[in-house]
């Protein structure tokens, strides 16, 4: 899973599981933002909207159960 985990000048810093790697800004949407779970599909990086929102969901949760 291709995750930005956060922006360096011109590059996006993506987390492949252990590994990080850079990728230039202008090469993933101008939308997205840290966090974001990118696939790359037929020769370019689109957000995957649906992963991204699961694990904003996922991360919620395991905020809230802090507090409990």
Do not use: C
Not at 5 to 15: K, N, P, Q
Not at 20 to 45: C, M, N, Q, T, W
Not at 57 to 68: G, R, Y
């Amino acid at each position: 899973m291709l995750i930005i985990d956060r922006f360096e000048g011109d590059y996006a810093i993506i987390e492949d599981g252990e590994k990080h790697f850079k990728i230039e800004r202008k090469d993933i949407p101008l939308d997205a933002k840290e966090s974001d779970v990118l696939i790359f599909l037929d020769g370019k990086y689109i957000i995957d909207l649906v992963q991204t929102q699961k694990n904003r969901e996922e991360i919620i949760k395991l905020q809230n159960s802090l507090w409990e």
